[in-house]
């Protein structure tokens, strides 16, 4: 079955900090993955895509790896803002001509000043 | 200019009655995806339209949701007889084309209530 899964559920960390984001995935056929940034109440917002190939990507102060091997994915957010405050969602693109995307339950992040 | 737009943005109704989403994507995009988002869970695919016709809908969880795009342009999403399952964010995306790169823009959803 085509899951993601992301950890931890929720995050607190004080302005300025960093942190890192998990996403663990077993989709089939692989095309690519994506990160989202969804703040509450508003449709989500892509940080980044990565093919098989890529390793790793970066948007500003966001930094995605990619391990095709192990299936897994991180998200770091260097020098937070209380503007990162959101739910990041990792998205695997499952291949195929419908570009069809599965969806993880999210990260809830909370900056605190 | 704009993004994807949704309407309306909050829908209350009571069990049993019919509703209409409606969802106006990016200008020029012919891919058109509709979502669903309940609480605490990651979004659900519903359908996929590419242009007016729709060559995927096995998201779509029963007979009683339907969904039409026309002028390869707006879409309406329908739910008949609407049960307190139904509640849930319903999100729209677009993309330029179909394909596995192409990027997916959402609008900001329809949040339905059912009581």
């Known amino acids: 079955k085509n899951q993601v899964e992301q950890s931890p559920q929720s995050l607190i960390i004080l302005e300025g900090k960093n942190c890192t984001l998990q996403?663990?995935?077993?989709?089939?056929?692989?095309?690519?993955l994506r990160w989202y940034k969804q703040d509450t109440g508003r449709g989500p917002v892509s940080l980044t895509i990565m093919t098989f190939s890529e390793n790793t990507k970066s948007n500003g102060r966001y930094t995605a790896t990619l391990d095709a091997d192990t299936k897994q994915s991180s998200l770091h957010i260097t020098a937070s803002q209380l503007s990162d405050s959101a739910s990041y969602i990792c998205v695997v693109g499952s291949g195929g001509a419908t570009n069809k995307l599965i969806f993880g339950t999210g990260t809830l992040l909370a900056v605190q000043p | 200019g704009a993004g994807v737009s949704q309407s309306p943005s909050n829908k209350v109704t009571e069990k049993g009655k019919d509703v209409e989403l409606r969802c106006d994507p990016i200008s020029g995009h012919t891919a058109l995806y509709w979502y669903r988002q309940r609480l605490g869970q990651g979004l659900e695919f519903l359908i996929y339209f590419q242009g007016n016709s729709a060559p995927d809908k096995s998201g779509l969880p029963s007979d009683r949701f339907s969904a039409e795009r026309t002028g390869e342009s707006v879409s309406t999403l329908t739910i008949q007889r609407t049960q307190q399952e139904d509640s849930a964010v319903y999100l729209c995306a677009s993309s330029l084309q179909r394909g596995n790169t192409y990027e997916q823009y959402f609008g900001p959803g329809t949040r339905l209530t059912v009581t």
């Open positions: 996403c663990n995935y077993t989709v089939s056929p692989f095309s690519n």
